[in-house]
Nanobody, 124 residues
Framework: QVQLVESGGGLVQAGGSLRLSCAAS????????MAWFRQAPGKERDFVAA????????TYQDSVKGRFTISRDNAKNTVYLQMNSLKPEDTAVYYC?????????????????WGQGTQVTVSS
């Protein structure tokens, strides 16, 4: 079992930055692929970014490439999402997720554990 707790969301103006954190419980954090998803009102939950177990490889949704950076610190059982140049269309609830797979997946059903989400609102 892994419990995930996100933090760092908030209200920011367009062009601003936020850094999300996701703290994981348990001793096996480094054995999970970690990812961020987001869900806007009335829309499906969409993949944002993922990082491999060692942190050596990352994958991004096209719309966030060059603006968002996912990273992890296995010693602190934490994964981060640095979000720069934020746009109003980035407004959503952001979720942290963990997967026991060995290959990065971009679909929500591939992930085994989820956090409760943190709201990010970008004003124009």
């Amino acid at each position: 079992q892994v419990q995930l707790v996100e933090s760092g969301g908030g209200l920011v103006q367009a062009g601003g930055s936020l850094r999300l954190s996701c703290a994981a419980s348990g001793r096996t954090f480094s054995s999970y692929i970690m990812a961020w998803f987001r869900q806007a009102p009335g829309k499906e939950r969409d993949f944002v970014a993922a990082i491999t177990r060692s942190g050596g490889s990352t994958t991004y949704q096209d719309s966030v490439k060059g603006r968002f950076t996912i990273s992890r610190d296995n010693a602190k059982n934490t994964v981060y999402l640095q979000m720069n140049s934020l746009k109003p269309e980035d407004t959503a609830v952001y979720y942290c997720a963990a997967a026991r797979t060995v290959v990065v997946a971009t679909t929500p059903r591939s992930y085994d554990y989820w956090g409760q989400g943190t709201q990010v609102t970008v004003s124009s």
